[in-house]
């Protein structure tokens, strides 16, 4: 799940850039997008690594 999010927070970058060089909105609109970015990167690194760990259905601390 968080791999799609992580897609597809990338898509919606790739858009907004697009956005920007055509004059349509504004560089700081890229600011949520970078940020809900980063956060479904974290989220899938850390799940993914516990998978690899061979937790498939135990606690994953997300900020440890």
Known sequence: MWLIMLI???AVFVD????IGYGE???WQLIPVIIIIAFCNRLY???R???RKGNLYGRVRIFK
């Open 25 to 27: 909105i504004s560089w």
């Open 16 to 19: 907004r850039c697009i956005h």
């Open 49 to 51: 690594r516990q998978v």
């Open 45 to 47: 690194q850390c799940y």
């Open 8 to 10: 597809l927070g990338w």
